[in-house]
DNA sequence: TGTAAGTTAGTAAACGTTAACTTGTTCTTG
DNA sequence: CAAGAACAAGTTAACGTTTACTAACTTACA
């Protein structure tokens, strides 16, 4: 359970990576963020672990649930519509909030850390095990083809929207993460579809 | 041109950032490393920029002939062939060498720095346009399905090599990524074979 | 009156970097 | 050919800054 005062650090601290980077993420940058001393986010958080920690746990709650669209697909929809939906959401949430870029593909940042590095590995791992039960059921509802692995399939469109992401990130949100969602869309429809 | 002894530096430095991740590659553990005094790496290298910057070239040099096999088909060889022999001879490099794979994606890593950047900007816009190139190539052959725009074959590739490598950095290089390589070698082989 | 939330002023450790000095090799020149 | 200058590559010892974090104290409010 956080409260408002914590969530408010979250928010600042999630602005400071997606702006700076999260080497800039420090307690300094985050008190002057929130305009308060550094000795002040003791008071809310015991550690900068346990910051990072809940700013992670928070993003999961966020992001997981545009994964899980995939899967509650209403009959009559096909591959298309469902795909289109979840990746729509998803460049949408990040357009909408683009600290989260900063933090979605964090793995490498955090990779050295041995508390923080499970909670990521859980987060890739459960994304991508949402993705490939998708694409089991729709192969077996016959709206996705079903000569590539369930798992492979996830892993590539699960690919594809990282480097995305990726890609705008480091442009500095230059583009329209909504462009590139029709071009991606679109290739996943064509090579994905049931022959 | 590198002196032997910078190569040295390189090497070690690219072992820290393997075995502990970026953020640990500082000028001290890259001096332990090496059995001499932190004032002696700045015999070698001007800043701690130029030791990054000369990290990130010499992996490009290593890195990109890779890419370009791809391009350089003989007749007679078909998509898979081509596929296989690009992505077993990535993934060889990264097992040969697993010290590459901290630095291959290491963009969000150096996203604040504002004259690493445009490197690995520049070597990941590299990297795509070389793909890009052969998919447009391989179309014309009529070796590949021309539905698709080769960006997009060429992005959905190198997203789900990236996801790959990830994964298998993530998890320490605890499975074989040659293992992985046929899985992804399989997939792409019927997704982008023209029907 | 107790507690939650802030303050100031500090800590030790790690960061990249520099100055001044030593050593060994190599190049030049009388 | 030996003397000495030049140089490459190392050393120790410091520098100023930043890091996460803490102790002790104040203030506002239920």
Redesign the pocket.
């Known amino acids: 359970m956080l409260?408002q005062?914590q969530r408010d650090f979250i928010e600042a601290a999630m602005q400071i990576a997606a702006e700076k980077g999260l080497?800039?993420?420090?307690?300094?940058?985050?008190?002057r963020e929130?305009?308060?001393?550094?000795?002040?986010?003791?008071?809310?958080?015991?550690?900068?672990?346990?910051?990072l920690t809940a700013i992670l746990e928070d993003l999961q709650t966020v992001i997981l649930p545009h994964f899980r669209k995939l899967d509650k697909g209403n009959e009559g929809e096909d591959l298309e519509i469902l795909i289109d939906g979840f990746i729509r959401g998803l460049f949408h949430e990040l357009e909408k909030r683009p600290a989260y870029a900063a933090f979605v593909f964090s793995e490498e940042a955090f990779h050295t850390d041995p508390q923080l590095r499970p909670l990521l590995s859980k987060m890739m791992q459960e994304t991508l095990l949402v993705l490939t039960d998708s694409f089991q059921d729709l192969q077996k509802r016959d709206l996705c083809r079903d000569d590539v692995k369930p798992k492979n399939l996830a892993m590539m469109l699960m690919g594809s929207i990282r480097l995305t992401i990726t890609k705008w990130h480091l442009a500095n949100g230059s583009f329209a993460l909504s462009e590139t969602a029709d071009e991606l869309i679109g290739a996943i429809k064509r090579l994905y579809s049931s022959a």
Chains 1, 2 share one sequence.
């Open positions: 409260t005062r080497s800039k993420l420090t307690i300094r940058n985050l008190a929130v305009g308060v001393s550094e000795a002040a986010v003791y008071r809310h958080f015991p550690s900068k672990l346990a910051l």
